[in-house]
């Protein structure tokens, strides 16, 4: 079976409290997604709640943003901006009852829409 594809857009971080950004994929779909600048402290590593240490948290943390966005692959998604938690491995989807998601999350290639690390080593020649 075939993993799915899944990028995730820059975080948006106008209201100063919140990270919001977008995950989507050919045959997976589109979900909004948000996570508190506390969230991102406690479970990211940002060493504040400046925007270069939550940027520099986000962009570091994608493997774990994306393994929370993956628990959310069987869900039903009517357009609401999910919000994130990593410590506890639990959802809310801005809904009066939220669920709570158990297991593991299958394994998916994540893609970023900023620039990609790369390796120094990668182009030197040995000789």
């Not at 899944?6 to 979900?31: E, H, K, M, N």
């Not at 940027?55 to 692959?73: M, P, S």
């Not at 869900?75 to 669920?99: C, V």
Request: aromatic fraction near 10%; glycine fraction near 10%.
């Amino acid at each position: 079976m075939n993993q799915p594809m899944i990028w995730i857009t820059a975080p948006d971080l106008s209201d100063g409290s919140t990270v919001w950004f977008s995950a989507y994929g050919f045959g997976w779909g589109y979900r909004a997604f948000a996570v508190s600048y506390e969230v991102i402290c406690e479970s990211l590593g940002a060493g504040d709640t400046t925007e270069e240490q939550i940027r520099l948290a986000f962009q570091l943390g994608k493997r774990q943003i994306l393994q929370a966005v993956l628990r959310h692959d069987s869900l039903s998604y009517k357009g609401q901006r999910i919000t994130l938690s990593f410590e506890n491995r639990s959802h809310s989807m801005s809904t009066d009852a939220p669920e709570t998601v158990t297991g593991r999350a299958p394994a998916a290639i994540l893609r970023s829409t900023g620039p990609q690390p790369t390796d120094p080593s990668a182009g030197a020649q040995s000789g």
